[in-house]
Every structure is written in C-alpha cells, then in structure tokens.
C-alpha cells in the first residue's frame, strides 16, 4: 500500500501567493473534471445506487456516513452492497473483488473496505460499472462509498458531504486548492447536500445549494464509548485527512492530548514509525490513541515486530455518523429509491 502526503496547508487559509500561482493549473483541473462529470453513464445497475462523495479531496466522513446510511436501509429491509474503489489497495487495480475479510488484509484492500467489510459485504473494483455488476448480484442496494466525480455509473442519488468547520477550503482546484471541480458544476450533480460537524465555513455551500432547491442535511461524526479517555494522558497518532478533528474528538472526550503525530491519508506505517511512536509514548508514559482505520492499517498483533506491538498496544477510538434528522433523511432516500436513477446521472 503506497503512502500518500498531507494537504498543503494553505488550502485551508484564505488564497494567497502558492494558490494563485496554482490557480492556472487548477482551472484547467477542475475544468476537466467537471467535464467528465457531465459524460452519459456508461452503466446502469440493476439496483438502485446511492453514491456518497464530497467535492473535495480529503476526508469528511464518507465511510462513516456511509455506514450509517446502511443500518437505516437494513432497518427497511433492504440488504446493501458497499462498492469502493479501495484506494491504496493492490486490488484496486485489477477486476472487480468481493472482499474477503480472512484473505484481504490492508495490503490488498485498503484500509476503509475492511472498515465497511466489518458492516456487510464489499466489492472492490476502480472500474465502478464493473464493480455495480457484481454487486447488484449480493443485493438489493449499492452503496457506493466516494465517486461523486467518476461518471461510468449512473446513481440514483447522490450525497455531497461538506466539512462545517472546514468548507471546501481557498474555493480553488487542485493542486492550487482542494476541490476536485468547481463547487457550482459539481452541485449540479448531486441530489442533496449533507453538512457533517459544527462550524460556518460550509455556510456559502448550504447557501448555493439552497439557491438550486438542494435539499440539506446535517450530521455529526462522535465519539463512541469514549468514557475511558477522561483524564488520560495521550499521545494520539493518525494518517487520516483531517487528523485536527480527531485531536478534537479525544479532548472533548476528556483526554490531555500530550503529543501528535500526523501522517499523510492512507499512509502504511513503517517499522521506524512505530518504534518511534512506542518509544515516545514509553518516555512520558502516554496512552498511544488512533482510528479505527489507522488500526486497520497496523495490520495484526501477532510477532514482536514493532507494527505489531503498536498494534497491540494502541487503543482506537470508535466514532459513529449521527444523521441530525434520519427520519428525514430516511423519507427522502426512499422517495428517491422509489423514482429510479436520479436526472444528474
């Protein structure tokens, strides 16, 4: 699994000279994407697809969100499909694969496909049509977790989550900002907008979506069983996209948050990093505290290799997608569902 680098820092500040430097680039970026958005799909599933994304890159909860989405389907008797690219996975890039937990490990697979494999099955596929064909044969909905962008396969609904607190960053493309494609072009693809957190940096996004008639939805990503945190001393390490919130999320759980240390999303830690993170934690006695998803990627316990003593000793804290309204949102999914693929696709 390759390691991937952290957002520049400057996506997240108002535009200032490396943005506009970058400026001309991301035009042509996001000019490009937005035009492939608009392609005819290439594939339409036998089963309804609700596609999860956001307009930029980086994390805003789409696994956790999508997961959620998936108790409320099962709670009405569907039986959803997770379909996923499986970024950093070997298996990415061949055909399509139904994830098997006990053969796939991070290596193979990625690390948020076994998150969602731990929920119901999962087909890894970068071809999504491909992938829509063999998961409309394991059940009765696809979910699929990002490809907002990705025109192969057409959805019946799709959901954009933006960061409250964070926005969609300086408002440019990439590499001069973080948005995959202008925000107006991308909305014009989507059926509704899901505001994740607390925070009014996503307010002129809520705004325009309202402008379009887009319906909105709020969620919060929290702490799960989080009452052991209260008053220790940590040391919280991620690779993650925004590892700022999970800092966040252990101080509002009652931890001292002594040390970080941050990596790039979907970063494979080495052996040096964890004998280093075990050796920190060891000098000031600190708790070692990570994700569900870093702890996927430590891979097992079993060895006295230092991945595997981190994996040991590391705690993870759980966080779950609360929906503000899921009654709401439930009504509005199935009145979608009910209407067959959705006119942006």
Sequence with gaps: MSGALSAPSFWWRPPGPAAFALAPIGWLYGAITASRMARKPAYTAAVPVICVGNFTVGGTGKTPFALALAEGLRARGEKPVFLTRGYGGRLSGGPPVLLDPARHGPVEAGDEPLLLAADGPVVIAADRAAGARLAERLGSVILMDDGLQN?????????????????????FCLPAGPLRAPVERQLAHIDALVTIGDGTAASPVEAAARARGLPIFRA???????????GI??????????????????????AEVVQTRFFGDHRAFTEREAQELLDRAAQEDLVLVTTAKD?????????DNALARLARQAKVLGVEMR???????????????????????
């Design 323 to 345: 929906p503000d309204d899921p009654q709401g949102l439930a009504a509005f999914l199935g009145a979608r569902l009910s209407q067959g693929v959705s006119p942006h696709s």
């Design 295 to 303: 702890r996927v990627r430590l891979g097992n316990d079993r060895g």
């Design 151 to 171: 025109p192969a396969l057409a959805k019946t609904v799709s959901l954009a989550l933006v960061d409250a607190a964070s926005g969609i960053g300086n408002g």
């Design 220 to 230: 919060s990503l929290d702490a799960r069983e989080a009452h052991w945190l209260t």
């Design 233 to 254: 001393r940590v040391l919280a390490f991620a690779g993650i996209g925004r590892p700022e919130r999970f800092a966040q999320s252990l101080r509002a759980a009652g």
